[in-house]
């Protein structure tokens, strides 16, 4: 079975401090994905990554940066987090080619 | 911008009853996914159509795709208390990988 852990459920931070999230898959996939889900809006991608190294914006990418220095690991770095950040951000991750991704639980960020 | 829209966005039903839940898209697909998310929890794939099929089955789902309409159906039949969660239509438009998610419908069985 495919596993995808993230490396907190629940998150308090203040504003104007500097968050990694960070995201393991242990199924050699290639493709790794950040999303954020908010009431209404349903998830909406903010990075993707195809490759070690490599990064993609997605459709809301500021105020974000992200990191791949290993395959199996996609960091997301909120450089300076603001309370319109606080959301609920689901990493996720594919084989390249295949359809579906498959999702870690998901980090509830609360920025105060 | 927002490729899916469910319909509807919450849904309650009884025990044994059928729920049904659409999606409608914007543009050409290469294929619609369906996913379910539990409350507070990751989302989990169910279903996968591809833009030339017009219905799958899995299990107590069924899925119907009217390309011509760009809409999406998703059936359980028979459903259970556990069958309680949120379910996300996704579609992806070619082989990038990436995928557009709805707003979701949000499924309560009552016992």
């Known amino acids: 079975d495919v596993k995808v852990t993230q490396s907190s459920r629940y998150l308090v931070k203040r504003t104007g401090e500097k968050v990694f999230l960070e995201c393991v898959q242990d199924?050699?996939?290639?493709?790794m994905f950040w999303y954020r889900q908010d009431p209404g809006l349903g998830l909406r991608l903010i990075y993707f990554s195809y490759d070690v190294k490599m990064k993609e914006k997605g459709d809301i990418p500021e105020g974000y940066s992200v990191s791949r220095e290993k395959k199996e690991r996609f960091s997301l770095i909120l450089e300076s987090a603001s309370t319109n950040q606080t959301s609920m951000y689901l990493c996720a991750s594919t084989l390249s080619g295949e359809e579906t991704q498959y999702f870690g639980p998901g980090t509830r960020l609360l920025v105060l | 911008s927002q490729q899916g829209e469910e319909d509807p966005q919450a849904l309650s039903i009884q025990e044994g009853e059928n729920a049904t839940m659409n999606c409608s898209y914007k543009t050409s697909i290469n294929n619609l996914q369906w996913y379910r998310q539990n409350s507070g929890r990751g989302l989990v794939h169910l279903i996968l159509?591809?833009?030339?099929?017009r219905e799958k089955h899995s299990g107590r789902l069924r899925v119907t795709l009217d390309t011509s309409k760009k809409s999406s159906s998703l059936l359980i039949t028979a459903s259970r208390a556990a069958d309680t969660a949120s379910y996300f239509c996704a579609t992806a438009r070619g082989y990038t990988d990436k995928l557009i998610f709805g707003t979701g419908t949000r499924l309560q069985v009552f016992p």
């Open positions: 159509i591809r833009s030339n099929e």
């Open positions: 199924m050699d996939h290639e493709n």
